[in-house]
């Protein structure tokens, strides 16, 4: 089965830039880095050269002992079999965090050697340049690759019902018979959730049972990194916060409580083991905010802060939440106050904005799920996991502030209502288009 992943597009136009550099592909383990990269080279260029720095930690030596392109191109060619032609060849460094001196040679390959498509991939990168890794600044590009997104999931799963919304270039209802089968499939989604092989497990094969195990694998893995990558004493409090971020995200207010990981626990004990889960890449920290203005970054208040997973088919099978709950109205949806569903909308807005989010909350009066920074504007962002769309956090929000524009996810239809966007859950890939559609209108 074959998923047309978003990034191909953007690897093309790295691909044709005339200002093109070594590129590295950033993304947590299992989220389609190498097969992206893998797929593109296939696709747009005559060859692929692939080394994996993790499988065949001898190709090391090459980088070490000399920083001269041509000679490590012909030592590459020799190991691959086939020579590395400039144009003709997507040369693939995969897992670079495991060679310094290959990280290094990148600024080497943007000077001396411009002509060759070189792409990287590093799952723990970000984890690795945080302890001092030589790094080649300004000399190489940077993409982001994320777990799947639920139009991704359905471009595969029912092309014409995404081929639809892709072509909707206006803001109005959808048809009952459409928005029905659209919360079914999203339904579906957050079996998988957008780990590429869970995905492939429900799409290809209509597995639950495979779809679990997967997603447990995967889990079982990131454990595995844990006492791989990290320090020792590190490893058990690593193991605690993992484990707790379900009951952290199960209460009404979601900040993020050191006490909940452990009776007694303290932030200093545990901050070292979260930044490395944030690095890494397998959760997301979005900091309170204390002033609704620009930039978003300028406000952050560090001590306050909700954590999500990076995948909200992980936190499904990390909570225990049995598949059984797609029959069952939109309890998927809301189960433990709604929180898959405000992480599903988490990586949605991540994938689409530069700026992180951050929330907001005004005492104990109100709290705004969200805040996103769109050009030059500040949008609050509800997220509700049903039909009821009753809360007075947004309307406290827009008497104090005035925004204008307001977003609000939930299962009811696509409605613009003054300054307020409704955005059906399963059309959080468009938020972006959709804030273009209304600021035109306006």
Same mark, same amino acid.
């Given at each position: 089965m074959k998923i047309e992943r978003n990034i191909h597009r953007k690897l093309i136009e790295w691909k044709n830039s005339p200002y093109r550099k070594p590129l590295i592909l950033q993304g947590a383990r299992q989220v389609g880095k190498t097969w992206s990269l893998k797929s593109f080279g296939n696709e747009e260029f005559e060859n692929v050269a692939y080394f994996n720095?993790?499988?065949?930690?001898?190709?090391?030596?090459?980088?070490? !002992? !000399?920083?001269?392109?041509?000679?490590?191109?012909?030592?590459?060619?020799?190991?691959?079999?086939?020579?590395?032609?400039?144009?003709?060849?997507?040369?693939?460094?995969?897992?670079?965090?495991?060679?310094?001196?290959?990280?290094s040679s990148l600024k080497y390959f943007c000077e001396n050697g411009p002509e060759y498509a070189v792409a990287s991939a590093g799952s723990l990168l970000g984890v690795t340049l945080s302890r001092g890794a030589s790094f080649p600044v300004g000399k190489v590009d940077f993409l982001n690759v994320y777990p799947l997104s639920f139009s991704e999931f359905l471009a595969v799963d029912n092309p014409p019902l995404a081929s639809y919304l892709n072509q909707m270039d206006e803001i109005t209802p959808i048809p009952d018979i459409f928005f029905n089968q659209l919360v079914e499939k999203f339904k579906m989604f957050f079996i998988s959730g957008g780990m590429p092989e869970a995905a492939v497990a429900l799409l290809e094969k209509q597995d639950v049972e495979l779809t679990q195990q997967?997603?447990?694998?995967?889990?079982?893995?990131?454990?595995?990194?844990? !006492?791989?990558?990290?320090?020792?004493?590190?490893?058990?409090?690593?193991?605690?916060?993992?484990? +707790?971020?379900? +009951?952290?995200l199960a209460r009404e207010n979601k900040k993020f409580l050191y006490q909940s990981i452990k009776t007694g626990a303290r932030a200093r004990e545990y901050e070292d083991a979260l930044l490395w889960l944030s690095q890494s890449g397998l959760v997301t920290k979005v900091f309170r905010n204390i002033k609704p203005a620009l930039p978003l970054s300028a406000y952050d208040d560090v001590t306050a802060f909700k954590i999500y997973l990076l995948d909200v088919g992980l936190l499904r099978r990390l909570s225990l939440l049995d598949p059984i709950a797609i029959k069952e109205g939109s309890r998927l949806f809301t189960e433990f106050k709604g929180a898959l569903s405000?992480?599903?909308?988490?990586? +949605?807005?991540? +994938?689409?904005?530069?700026?992180?989010?951050?929330?907001?909350? !005004?005492?104990?009066?109100?709290?705004?799920?969200?805040?996103?920074?769109h050009e030059n504007t500040i949008i609050p962002v509800e997220v509700k996991s049903d039909t009821s769309v009753t809360g007075k956090s947004l309307t406290l929000y827009n008497n104090e502030f005035k925004p204008e524009v307001r977003i609000r996810y939930s299962l009811r239809n696509l409605k613009q209502d003054d300054g307020l966007l409704n955005i059906p859950l399963f059309m959080a890939d468009f938020t972006q288009k959709l804030i273009g559609f209304m600021k035109k209108k306006n």
């Open positions: 720095f993790d499988e065949q930690p001898e190709l090391k030596q090459f980088f070490s !002992s !000399s920083k001269d392109i041509k000679r490590i191109i012909q030592n590459l060619g020799l190991v691959n079999g086939k020579a590395i032609v400039p144009g003709k060849t997507l040369l693939i460094l995969d897992e670079i965090q495991e060679c310094n001196d290959a990280l997967v997603l447990r694998n995967i889990l079982n893995a990131y454990t595995i990194d844990f !006492s791989k990558h990290i320090e020792n004493k590190d490893i058990p409090k690593l193991g605690f916060i993992w484990s +707790s971020i379900p +009951s952290q405000e992480n599903y909308i988490l990586q +949605s807005l991540v +994938s689409q904005f530069e700026t992180p989010p951050r929330y907001w909350t !005004s005492g104990n009066k109100a709290e705004i799920d969200f805040l996103i920074q």
